[in-house]
């Protein structure tokens, strides 16, 4: 067989090619991590888009990033770095989204200098590490080589716990979500629970980033839940739409890169842009459809 | 100090670059388009990195795409406030297609052209030639003298959109009018601190200046101001300390300079609320 000769070569054949891209432990690994990734990711992002907190996932997701050069600088685990920074950085997003009183303006003045200064203090990390330049490329755009069984055990775990979490707090977070005002006035503890989703959504982002890279978990993040929100604003078919969109993108993402010179990151968010666009212009065009029927026809 | 060459150079971009930016970073701020500025920063990276694939100048590649996608954001965002969705959605991409550029320069190009990459996400106002930050001055001088000439309409389209659209303001040339200049802001200051960065040099002094003070003239001055500091004491700082990155002090020093506010603000913001009686509605402060 060809296939166990040659590392990139695509036959056009869907099981010798899909026995190819599962011939190396590192390809099996990474799509299991990958696996967990998107799930965790299309579940918390579909809520991180209900409560319209992009700007503050971005943030969080650049901040994974002085959190790994900074931990590859001390020597210790790169997971610990990415876990470590997300938590703090989740702490803080959440102080300076509630004290902030004049207004949304000063809001996103705040979280946009956090994630600046994030960055800056990732660079430092990095260049007092002393020009490990392809860890930076890899800690920023990501990577799917360098995954271990033992990373995956750990990213199981992570991602059953978020889960869990996430079905315990899901259906007050629905509600202060959707209507913030009614639910403070039923007593539904709105500033805990905001703070316990930017946990939650930094955990979810330290585990994508060890993936992703820090720059692109904000894809497998935002794109996914954002298509299944312009299809269904109902909770349980749209968190399913999402997971299944995030799951998707993921692994084609991965089949195409381990087949092609260009970085899975490349692919991901292309491909979930790609979904993205295509769903939105298809509804526009519904809608037109729709709107085009003469008076009085059965909608 | 003065005495190398590379210090004067930067001195004489940095200094342009941070007015540039502080004046621009106030409007940022104040018509709530950090998010948007942030994705122009990421359009910034792609746009070089895509120009260093090609071979070309890496400043067209910075000015082409950003002014071309703040024409875009400008003319499609047709209300006032552009979703987030919408721009993360599209920035991620945008991002994405930076990977793959910086994989094609990267493979294209034989040995260690990691460098260029590291520059444009991190800047290198340390590295500028003369020619260079002369270019880099002039231009920064040019966006400040227009972001000033139409800072009045701007102001007013900001503050009260509905009352300047009553009043036949074009509210929307204006709005795109301020996205081409804030791309060519984003393009200069790629250079200086980097793609990465820049958002910092934006965000942090108009987010300060609207903090300390109410007056919106007295707050565009301050912003311009605050930059500048930042970047002044960046250089120093980096020039006293060789192990510090330049972009990083300039940041480091601009974040300081808004918590320091955001902290100032809270203080006076508790003992106002401990008053007996209410000075002023909230929503006329702001004004």
Known sequence: MSTTTELAGLSWHPVSDFEALTEFPFMVQALQAGTIVAVMAGTIGWFMVLRRQVFAGHTLSVIAFPGAAGATLAGLPLALGYFGACGVGALVLSRVSRSEESGLSSESAAIGTVGAFGLGLGFLFVSLYGGQLTSLESLLFGTFLGITAAQVQTLLWIGLAALAILALIGRPLLFASVDGAVARAAGVPAEALALAFLLLLGLAVAATAEITGALLVFALLVTPAATAQQVTARPGPGLALSVALALAVTWLGLGIAYFSPYPVGFWVTSLSFGLYLVVRLLLIALARLHHSQPLGAPA | ?287
Not at chain 2, 8 to 28: E, H, I, M, P, S
Not at chain 2, 156 to 166: E, I, K, Q, T
């Open chain 2, 1 to 287: 100090m003065f005495a190398h060459e590379f210090m004067r150079n930067a001195f004489l971009a940095g200094t342009f670059v941070a007015v540039a930016c502080g004046l621009a970073g106030y409007f940022v701020v104040l018509r709530s388009q950090v998010f948007a500025g942030d994705a122009l920063s990421h359009v910034a990276f792609t746009g070089a990195l895509a120009a260093a694939a090609a071979g070309v100048d890496i400043r067209l590649g910075l000015f082409v795409a950003t002014i071309a996608v703040a024409l875009g954001m400008g003319l499609l965002g047709d209300r006032a406030r552009p979703d987030d969705v919408v721009i993360g959605s599209v920035f991620a991409w945008v991002l994405g297609l930076g990977a793959l550029f910086l994989s094609i320069f990267v493979s294209g190009s034989s040995g260690s052209n990691g460098t260029a990459a590291v520059r444009v996400l991190f800047g290198s106002i340390l590295g500028l030639s003369a020619v260079d930050a002369r270019f880099a001055a002039v231009i920064a001088i040019l966006v400040a003298l227009a972001l000033l000439a139409i800072a009045r309409p701007l102001l007013f389209a900001s503050l009260d959109p509905d009352v300047a659209g009553s009043l036949g303001l074009p509210l929307r040339a204006v709005g795109v009018g301020f996205f081409v200049l804030l791309a060519v802001v984003a393009a200069e200051a790629t250079q200086a601190v980097g793609a990465l960065l820049l958002l910092g040099l934006l965000a942090a002094p108009g987010g300060a200046a609207r903090l300390l003070t109410d007056s919106p003239w007295r707050g565009l001055a301050l912003s311009a101001v605050l930059a500048l500091a930042s970047m002044w004491g960046g250089l120093v700082l980096s020039y006293e300390i060789v192990s510090l990155p330049p972009s990083f002090a300039v940041i480091a020093i601009a974040s300081a300079l808004f918590a320091f506010a955001a902290l100032r603000a809270r203080l006076r913001s508790g003992n106002r609320s401990a008053a007996p009686v209410p000075l002023m509605n909230r929503g006329e402060a702001d004004l």
